[in-house]
C-alpha cells in the first residue's frame, strides 16, 4: 500500500507474545492485509522482547533463563489515513509501550 495519504504506525511491544496479539487484531479487527505489517526486534541481536512471556516464561525444570531478552518488539504497519485512529488504538489495546506514526513519501 503507497499513496500520498499513507502513514506508517509503528509499536514497541515488551513481550513477542504482546506483538504477535497486536498483528492477529491488526488482521481480523482491522482488515490489515498481513503484508503491510512488519515486525523486527529493536537491539542489534534477535529478541523475544524485553519480559519473557508464553512459552519463553517457563519450561518443564522450572523459569526459562536461555532466552534472548535484549530489546523491545517493533511492529509497523502500514494504514490509510481514514484507518490511522483504528490502528494506534488496537496497538494500544493489545499492549504497545509507545505508538507513532510518519507519512510515507
Do not use: C, W
Not at 14 to 25: F, G, K, M, Q, V
Not at 34 to 51: C, K, M
Not at 52 to 66: A, C, K, L, V
Request: no cysteine; charged share 25%; aromatic share 2%.
Amino acid at each position: 500500500m503507497s499513496d500520498s495519504s499513507t502513514t506508517t504506525i509503528t509499536a514497541l511491544f515488551r513481550t513477542r507474545e504482546e506483538a504477535d496479539l497486536a498483528i492477529e487484531h491488526l488482521v481480523q479487527k482491522n482488515g490489515v492485509p498481513r503484508p503491510d505489517i512488519f515486525v523486527q526486534p529493536t537491539a542489534h541481536e534477535n529478541s523475544g522482547g524485553t519480559a519473557p512471556s508464553g512459552g519463553d516464561r517457563y519450561h518443564e525444570d522450572g523459569p526459562r533463563e536461555d532466552g534472548k531478552l535484549t530489546g523491545e518488539i517493533e511492529v509497523s504497519v502500514d494504514v490509510a489515513e481514514g484507518e490511522i485512529a483504528a490502528v494506534q488504538r488496537t496497538l494500544g489495546d493489545t499492549g504497545a509501550i509507545h505508538v507513532s506514526g510518519r507519512p510515507l513519501t
